[in-house]
């Protein structure tokens, strides 16, 4: 194994975001205690991760070794310094050999961030769900393995994963392309119709480019009615009321952003919103 601190740089990259800037729980009371701390290691690695792929001031071909790094920490092919990001993989590490959870659900997360890293465009509906399914797939995984749940219930849990990761692209595609020159709206969807990037930088959204977030909650409410299967086949109480109140806030914040615009503030949960998935919860204790 080696320990070559060069890779990573003099300084941790950190977008300064923890748990509470989530749209949905992270490692809520709703999990058992015993796991919790597992999902913390996990959303921590995931943390890093992202925030190399977002970070502004490294090229390309630096934050792909970075991501390199720690993929070998994880793996355990590589020494760990003794510096948050680098001890975050190693962290998860430990965790992953404790629980048994499969290693691939911490390295899918690494595909999607080195194509973030290269600028992979996205030009159709199947290139961002391809982009989904290592960027959000692999979290919810992570959570059924954890659970000891069986692979059925899967599907339902892809279903939701992506679902929110779409969203949260829907509420970030102003950001996105402004600090990180990055579009998540398929090319080809906003050339149907007849929006461009420039639409995306204006303070209010163009008709055209309407239709093209209108045409991608289409498909998330598809998506959102595979997931509500999700809290049904899931066997652990305590879990299932998370998933449950998860599904809540997925329709909850499509059917915001049917109704207001992403470019002209915030999209984001309200209290009512908090109050429904509390009450999903509670319905799915039984």
Not at 78 to 106: Q, W
Not at 197 to 212: E, I, K, M, S, Y
């Amino acid at each position: 194994m080696t320990d070559t601190a060069s890779v990573w740089g003099r300084d941790d990259v950190s977008s300064g975001k923890g748990a509470s800037d989530e749209n949905f729980p992270v490692g809520s009371l709703l999990l058992s205690k015993a796991l919790r701390p597992h999902v913390h290691a996990y959303y921590d690695y995931a943390r890093v991760i992202d925030d190399i792929a977002d970070c502004e001031t490294l090229s390309a071909d630096e934050k792909i070794a970075r991501l390199d790094a720690m993929e070998d920490v994880l793996l355990g092919k590589r020494d760990p310094i003794p510096r948050a990001d680098a001890m975050s993989a190693a962290k998860l590490r430990a965790s992953l050999l404790k629980t048994g959870v499969p290693f691939e659900t911490a390295t899918d997360l690494l595909i999607a961030f080195r194509d973030d890293s290269r600028g992979t465009p996205c030009t159709s509906w199947d290139d961002l769900l391809h982009y989904c399914r290592y960027s959000a797939n692999p979290v919810g995984r992570f959570l059924l393995h954890l659970h000891g749940e069986v692979p059925h219930t899967f599907a339902a849990s892809d279903a939701l994963c992506t679902s929110l990761q779409i969203l949260n692209h829907l509420q970030d595609c102003q950001g996105d392309l402004q600090r990180l020159h990055r579009c998540y709206m398929p090319a080809g969807l906003m050339a149907q119709a007849g929006a461009t990037q420039d639409d995306l930088l204006a303070g209010r959204a163009t008709p055209n480019l309407r239709r093209v977030f209108n045409t991608l909650l289409d498909g998330v409410d598809a998506l959102n009615r595979e997931a509500s299967a999700l809290p049904g086949l899931v066997r652990d109480r305590r879990f299932r009321m998370e998933c449950a109140a998860i599904v809540s806030l997925a329709h909850r914040l499509t059917q915001r952003l049917r109704r207001e615009d992403p470019l002209a503030g915030r999209v984001a949960l309200k209290r009512t919103d908090i109050m429904y998935a509390a009450g999903a919860a509670l319905r799915a204790w039984s």
